[in-house]
Every structure is written in C-alpha cells, then in structure tokens.
C-alpha cells in the first residue's frame, strides 16, 4: 500500500512544480473551445443542432483529459532514459504494485487537468443541466483517465526512446480525438465515421460526459461505462503484463 | 551459513548472438572490498545488471547475500544497495523526497527512517541542501547523494557501478574514504566497477580483471603483477587485455543528445 502511495505521490508533486506544463497543456482545450466553439456555434445552431458550446464542452473535457493521461503513461519512457526507473526496478517491491501507483498518479493528474478544462469551458459559456451532476463527471473523468494512462503506460513498456513519440501522437492520439465525436455528432456523421467511432473508446468516454453533463447521449450511459470499465481492465492487465517484461 | 557474499558460477549473458558475459565464475568473501576491472564494453555493467535482478542470465548460477537474483528477488534486493554509472535520482523531487522514497519502497518505518535520512545527509555533507530539488545538484553532490539513499536500507552488499565517474579527485577521494570506512565499521561488502588501475589498486582487497565478458585473472594486485611478470598493475592490466581501444555502445542518453543536436541544428 505504501508503494503504491510513494509513486501516486510522486507524480502529483513533479505535476503540481511543473507549472509552465499545466498551464502549456490548457492552451490546446482553450484555443479548440474559442476557435470551433464560437467559429462553428452559428452554423451549427442554423443546421438545427442547438447550441455548439453545450455540445463541443465534454468533447474538449475528453481531449484535455486523454492527451495528459496519454503523456503520463509515456512519462515512463523519459524515466527509463534518465535511470530513476532502475531505482523502483531494483526495490523489493513488485513491479504490479508500481504500475498501479504510477498509473494511479497519471490518472489522478489527468482528472485534475479536466476539471481545470471543465472550468475553462463554464467560462466561455457552457452550462451543464445542473451542478449535481459535477460528481457524476468527475468520475467518468477518472476513468477516461484510467483508460488511456494504462494505454500509455503499456505503449512506454514497449519503446527504448522517444523516437516513436511523434508516430503516437499523430496515428493515436490524434486520430482518438478528431475520430471520436468530440467535435461532431455521430449519428449524422456518414457510417463508415460512425463505424470507426463504435472502436473508439474515447467515444464512449465522451458520451458518457455528455449523458452526464447535458443529458444527451449516443450510446446510452450503461454501455459507456461498460466499454470504459472493461477497457480499462484488459488494457491494465495488459500494461502490468508489459511493464513487467521490461528489463534494462 | 557461508562467509561468501557474492557467489558466481559460470554465469552467461547472451544478447542475440553477442555474449556480453561469457562463462565467469568468481567469488567475494564477506566484508572484503573487490573490484570488477575491465576496459568499456567489457560487460561489467551487465554482470552487476545481473547480479541485482535488473537482467536475468542465459545460464549459470549466482547468489548474492545466500539469495538467488533470479528467483529470490526480493530478499535478494532487500540485502543489498546500488549506485548504478548514470545517476537515477528522480531531478524534479528534493534530497530529502529521493531519500525518503527509497525509504518506503524499502519498508524502513518512520521514525528509524527519518533519523537515518538525517544521519546519511549530514554524512555526505547536503543536510543543508536537503530541501533543494536535485536538478540544482552538480554531479558530485547527486553522485554522494546517491551513495546515501544506497545505504539507507543498510544493505549487507553495497555494488558501486564506476562509481567515480565524472568526478574531481576531491570528491573521488572523499567518497572513497567514506566507502573504506564503512566497509571496515558495519563489514558492508564492497563491489564496485572501475576501468582506473590506480582506483583498483588502491582501494580493493582484490581484483578481478574482465574482456570480452571472461575474467580474465583475478587476484590481489600483487598476485595479478606476478602472474604477468610486471612490475604494476596497469602493466598487468595492458599485457592481460592488449591495447586496442574500445568502443562502447552509445547510450540511449547520448543517442537523444544527438538526436537533438542534429534536431536544432546545434552543437
């Protein structure tokens, strides 16, 4: 227990001393909000599809949410290259136990960075229905979380350096995102979209914000939480399994 | 119960069709200083890599403390401290937050740890800097800083991995007393891989001379002159493993540094 505690510990405070990341990480969910929310809210509400803020906010929550949780996994890798890995590498402690507090500690950060973007977004004028449903978010928050810093955490147990880090960001993280229903609705988008949607998890992730936050929803709330709760399951079993085979 | 720390026998490690260690067998007695000498690229990283369960070998047998790394690894870890070649203190936490995370990780309880903490920083002389984060350390004091958190479990087997690297000889000759006094006080057992002859000579009981991943000699420095029929170690050394030089492989560091310098254009 103690383990696992010491490495989520660890994580939030190199988060909370590195400022100059929190702040650089708000710029993208801030410029998505103002330059699609506000260039595309009139023409969405003339195609009758009501208010784009309302619609574009759980999708930029998701974004902010899916990039830090993403980078906290592959964090892994910078720790492989500057030898801190080695120091929990040679503890008698089991290597399950350090990727359950490392990933903790990513997801936790990740959860913090999207109630920051869910502020941001209640700024520039979305509104959920009401504010009990906060908690509700905050916990699918956290699985979304939990969800894409295991993926990152098992794509880092597989590299040596960052020279792969480019190719994950444009052929996964990106395509997660524009390929989810952040910024669109799905079910006026052509089948082949929706179809590549349906193996998108951060679809689900998204929809359940948005069933939570503005009472609309795609998929429906049981199903999103479903496909999230077993996700996050096989992909942190598999991610132990990798972070295990590592040797250096 | 032996008086052996360290028992090594025809260890091998293979990486595809390299063999990075080569059948070495070799012994180290309780409370005895030995040292690993070799030219780079020799594969004395890669034996100590294994003898503290961050490698597992193609075969042969090892056990460190009376523990096998391989399947025994958690009472192996408990009993043993490492400071590896390139530093692994986490930069963005202080002094005082790596000391006390090696502390949990290794179950010292609170109050014994926080006396140790105190203890081992003033030894190595950063009490004063224990709230500052290591990223505003000098190789010197992260090096010392790192011999402190290797002890602080009070492993019965403290393995030094060139562990004078990059530092000027005051420091070089303070970390070595400190080491030699605490091999001769708490009888820690004393592994450590250096390629400088004079380090060798001067600190360890005895040596082992490793190429090309085989022990190539092993003995007292005296023993290993009159083996040779030289009159110093470094003749010893040369006429045992020849004078080409060695190019070690880069290291993942070295290979972003590059990366990085091609990437800006600077130098």
């Given at each position: 227990m103690?383990t696992?505690?010491?490495?989520?510990l660890?994580?939030?405070?190199r988060?909370?001393?590195s400022?100059?990341r929190?702040i650089?990480?708000?710029?993208?969910?801030?410029?998505?909000?103002v330059a699609?929310g506000?260039?595309?809210?009139p023409i969405?509400?003339?195609?009758g599809g009501?208010?784009?803020?309302?619609?574009l906010?759980?999708?930029?929550?998701?974004?902010?949410?899916?990039f830090t949780?993403?980078?906290?996994g592959i964090?892994l890798i910078?720790?492989?290259q500057?030898?801190f890995?080695?120091e929990?590498l040679?503890?008698?402690v089991?290597r399950?136990e350090?990727m359950?507090?490392?990933t903790l500690?990513?997801?936790?950060i990740?959860t913090?960075?999207?109630?920051i973007?869910?502020?941001l977004?209640?700024?520039?004028?979305?509104r959920?229905?009401?504010?009990?449903a906060?908690?509700g978010a905050i916990f699918i928050?956290f699985?979304i979380?939990?969800l894409?810093?295991?993926l990152?955490t098992?794509i880092a147990?597989?590299l040596?350096d960052?020279?792969?880090?480019q190719?994950?960001?444009n052929?996964?993280v990106?395509?997660?995102f524009?390929l989810?229903g952040?910024?669109?609705p799905?079910q006026?988008?052509p089948?082949?979209?929706?179809t590549?949607s349906?193996?998108n998890p951060?679809?689900?992730g998204?929809?359940g914000?948005?069933?939570t936050?503005?009472?609309?929803s795609?998929?429906?709330?049981?199903?999103?939480l479903?496909?999230?709760?077993?996700l996050?399951?096989?992909?942190?079993?598999l991610?132990?399994?990798l972070?295990s085979?590592i040797?250096i | 119960?032996?008086?052996?720390?360290?028992?090594?026998k025809?260890l091998?490690k293979?990486?595809g069709d390299?063999t990075?260690?080569?059948?070495?067998s070799?012994?180290?007695?309780?409370?005895e200083i030995?040292?690993f000498?070799?030219?780079?690229?020799?594969?004395?990283?890669?034996?100590?890599k294994?003898?503290t369960?961050?490698l597992?070998?193609?075969s042969?047998?090892?056990?460190v403390?009376?523990?096998?790394p391989?399947?025994?690894?958690?009472?192996a870890?408990?009993?043993f401290?490492?400071?590896?070649?390139?530093?692994?203190?986490?930069?963005?936490l202080t002094a005082?937050e790596n000391m006390d995370?090696h502390?949990?990780?290794?179950?010292v309880s609170?109050t014994?740890r926080r006396?140790?903490i105190?203890?081992?920083l003033e030894i190595?002389?950063?009490?004063?800097?224990?709230n500052?984060?290591v990223?505003t350390f000098?190789g010197?004091?992260?090096?010392r800083l790192e011999i402190?958190?290797?002890?602080?479990?009070?492993p019965k087997v403290f393995?030094?991995?060139e562990?004078t690297?990059g530092l000027d000889?005051q420091?070089?000759?303070q970390m070595?007393?400190?080491?030699?006094?605490?091999?001769?006080s708490e009888?820690?057992?004393?592994?450590?891989?250096?390629h400088?002859?004079?380090?060798?000579?001067k600190?360890a009981?005895?040596?082992?001379?490793?190429?090309h991943?085989?022990?190539?000699?092993?003995?007292?420095?005296?023993?290993?002159?009159?083996?040779?029929?030289?009159?110093?170690l470094?003749?010893?050394?040369?006429s045992?493993?020849g004078r080409?030089i060695?190019e070690e492989?880069?290291?993942?560091?070295?290979?972003?540094?590059?990366?990085?310098?091609?990437?800006?254009g600077r130098r």
């Open positions: 103690s696992i505690y010491i490495l989520w660890r994580q939030i405070k988060y909370l001393r400022k100059s929190i650089g990480s708000l710029g993208q969910p801030l410029l998505f909000l699609l506000f260039g595309f809210g969405f509400q003339k195609a009501g208010n784009y803020i309302e619609f906010g759980p999708g930029v929550i998701a974004q902010g949410i899916l949780a993403i980078f906290s964090e910078w720790d492989r500057f030898g890995l080695k929990t040679v503890a008698p089991s399950l350090i359950i507090g490392r500690g990513g997801a936790t990740a913090i960075q999207g109630v973007v869910l502020i977004t209640l700024l520039v004028g979305f959920p229905n009401n504010l009990w906060v908690p928050m699985l979380a939990l894409f810093t295991a990152g098992a147990s597989t040596e960052f020279q792969g880090f190719l994950i960001m052929f996964l990106m395509p997660l524009f989810s952040a910024l669109f799905l006026s988008a089948p082949f979209l929706q590549i349906k193996v951060l679809s689900f998204i929809d914000l948005r069933q936050l503005t009472g609309s795609h998929f429906g709330l049981s199903l999103d479903t496909v999230l709760g077993v996050t399951a096989i992909l942190f079993v991610g132990s399994y972070f085979k040797q | 119960m032996t008086d052996l720390a360290i028992e090594v025809d091998t293979k990486f390299f990075a260690v080569d059948n070495i070799f012994e180290v007695k309780k409370g030995f040292a000498l070799g030219p780079n690229g020799a594969g004395k990283s890669t034996t100590i294994m003898l369960t961050l597992s070998p193609t042969g047998r090892m056990e403390n009376g523990f096998d391989k399947t025994q690894q958690d009472q870890r408990k009993s401290g490492i400071v590896f070649q390139d530093p692994s203190l986490d930069d963005e005082y995370f502390g949990i990780l290794y179950k609170g014994l006396s140790r105190k203890e081992l190595v002389d950063l009490w004063d800097r224990k500052d984060l990223k000098s010197g004091m992260k090096r402190a958190r290797g002890l602080l479990h009070h393995f030094l991995d562990p690297i000889p420091t070089r000759n070595w007393s400190y080491i030699q006094n605490l091999n001769k009888q820690i057992t004393i592994f450590f891989t250096t400088y002859m004079e380090e060798a000579e600190v009981q005895r040596i082992a001379i490793i190429d991943g085989k022990i190539v000699a092993q003995g007292t420095s005296n023993q290993l002159e009159k083996q040779t029929k030289t009159n110093s470094e003749e010893a050394f040369l045992l493993t080409k060695r492989e880069v290291s993942g560091v070295d290979r972003l540094r590059m990366r990085r310098r091609m990437f800006t």
